[in-house]
């Protein structure tokens, strides 16, 4: 318990250190490591057989269901699923070393997210505006 609360006490002082510490607990494995590969080898299939059907117009007697179109779709979200999990166990194993790095300021990261998607819907309805004006559209 010690060493934790040293461990964290000289990653405050030296972000470098401890961003040293962090990745060599990373590259040593264990059960998250392992799982960490796991998922990057489904990863890899499942982009693997998206991409199959999607260069190989495989099963079309089926108009409705099982189309290759709609195959390969699905292999892309599960590919995405696991490229999820993957950022999920890579933030978790690094979670120290983000938290150290950071500090205090992840309240201003919030407050940056919040201009940014604010930003962001003013210039969507701006530009929606404009475009109904430049058509002569009149809402109803």
Known sequence: METAGAE??????????ALAAAGQRNRC????????????????LFFLVAAFFFSHPYPEKCHFFGQSHQIFHVFLVLCTLAQIEAMVLDYES?????????????HDFSALFLATVTCSVLTAAYMAWRVKNKLGLKEE
């Open 94 to 106: 690094w979670r120290e070393i983000y938290s150290s790095l950071q500090r205090d300021l992840a």
């Open 29 to 44: 494995g264990g059960n998250a490591g392992r799982r960490r590969q796991l998922v990057g080898r489904r990863r890899v």
């Open 8 to 17: 964290s006490l000289s990653s405050q002082k030296n972000p470098a250190a």
